[in-house]
């Protein structure tokens, strides 16, 4: 899965992929904003659901 955000770093396209890192037990949301990183982990924990996943991790960093 590849998320894209806005980018500050001047890219042509205004676009900066993320690569997510995901199991069906997991994700990684390391350098996502808020925004996309609320998003993800909505899709993220209805597939687990509908997947009667029990446990999940979300791997996330704390920002100041």
Request: charged content about 20%; overall charge positive.
């Amino acid at each position: 899965l590849v998320v894209a955000s806005a980018a500050t770093s001047g890219h042509s396209t205004g676009i900066r992929p993320h690569k997510v890192n995901a199991t069906p037990d997991q994700i990684d949301l390391h350098g996502m904003t808020v925004g996309e990183a609320i998003a993800l982990v909505d899709r993220f924990l209805h597939k687990a659901y509908r997947k009667r996943v029990n446990r999940v991790r979300v791997i996330h960093v704390k920002s100041s």
